[in-house]
């Protein structure tokens, strides 16, 4: 992240394309904090069975949330892929042209 910003701040000009690429980044990495914390959070509770046969119940992660946000964030690396990749395109077609 900080060599990122850095590269940011050394450019004397910064392009849409650069101002949303940082965006899509930043969306990525809020969705990676989300994910870790639903990973974390033991917020269900599951009966299970020991080697000895004994129940216990343990708190385990929410399977949804997190299969959601896993998917939402894979969602998001796509998106910014794809991103770059129409920004690369554009650039080549417009070497192309000249």
Known sequence: MDAQLKQLKEKDKLTQYDVDRANKIYEITLKQIALEEAQQNKTSMRLRRDSQGNYR???VADNDEVSKLEEELQNLYNSLYN???DAYNNNLNQAYDI
């Open 57 to 59: 119940y343990e708190y």
């Open 83 to 85: 991103f770059d990749k």
